[in-house]
């Protein structure tokens, strides 16, 4: 009953900025980290970023300094800020969750994905 949505994905010129959203929804009763990946046709899935319920973050060598996420506990609502992007940024971007459900317990979620596209 849990559904991740992302948004925000697009086409965009290097050296632009896109944010992305991933909002959580349904019988939710705590998350204990959220993050994104992503993954570009015939390559492997990959973390881009992670942040903790406290707020902790995490990033890939390739996105630090220009990608930045961030959280509304509130919302169950992770976002990714990006700037500063490059074509090798192109991919499809997950959202992932940790949650934990009454019922079934703790369990990863992924969202549908959202296209990144970075063309001149």
């Known amino acids: 009953q849990v559904q991740l949505v992302e948004s925000g994905g697009g086409l965009v010129q290097p050296g632009g900025s896109l944010r992305l959203s991933c909002a959580a929804s349904?019988?939710?009763?705590?998350?204990?980290?959220m993050g994104w990946y992503r993954q570009a046709p015939g390559k492997q899935r990959e973390l881009v970023a992670a942040?903790?319920?406290?707020?902790?973050?995490n990033y890939a060598d390739s996105v630090k300094g220009r990608f930045t996420i961030s959280g509304d506990n509130a919302k169950n609502t992770v976002y990714l800020q990006m700037n500063s992007l490059k074509p090798e940024d192109t991919a499809v971007y997950y959202c992932n969750a940790d949650i934990y459900t009454d019922g079934i317990g703790w369990h990863d979620d992924w969202g549908q994905g959202t296209q990144v596209t970075v063309s001149s």
């Open positions: 349904g019988s939710i009763f705590s998350i204990n980290h």
């Open positions: 942040i903790t319920r406290g707020g902790s973050t």
